[in-house]
């Protein structure tokens, strides 16, 4: 299966795996399996891996993978999201779309190296925790 991915609930990630031959209908597949995945919490932080995958997406196909985004808001808001993209065509193409899908994310970012990515995650998960617990009204032990 060219798109495949594992939902860790308990901590609220996602991580997806997009290898080659890979075609945006199983991209678009793979959303509408996700809308539809009962194990999905309602907020995921994203770890998307592309480095397997040979072809990067033409532009109009990330305004496509946009608008699966779309329909997916009302069962999953989308947090953090480490791209990675170790080739350098899909490292461009993803920076693209770092721009064109940017605010369906709270923040994004394309890296070349999975473990980069991973930390980078999770150092974001701790600050925006971090902030929550230093906000007005929050409680504190």
């Known amino acids: 299966m060219p798109v495949t991915y594992a939902i860790d609930a308990v901590r609220g990630i996602i991580r997806t795996s997009c290898i080659s031959p890979l075609m945006l209908a199983e991209v678009v ?3 509408r399996t ?14 998307l891996n592309v480095s397997e995958a040979d072809s990067p997406p033409e532009r109009n196909q ?7 985004l779309i329909a997916l808001r009302g069962k999953v808001r989308f947090g953090i999201c480490a791209i990675v993209a170790s080739r350098d065509a899909m490292f461009g193409m993803m920076r693209m779309f770092e721009v064109v899908a940017g605010s369906y994310f709270r923040m994004v970012r394309v890296f070349r190296d999975a473990g980069a990515a991973e930390a980078w995650v ?3 998960r701790a600050a925006v925790g971090s902030e929550a617990a230093r906000a007005p009204g929050a409680s504190q032990r």
């Open 29 to 31: 597949g793979h959303f």
């Open 34 to 47: 996700l809308a539809s995945d009962p194990e999905c919490p309602p907020d995921l932080d994203v770890l």
């Open 62 to 68: 990330l305004d496509a993978v946009t608008d699966e």
């Open 122 to 124: 999770l150092a974001q």
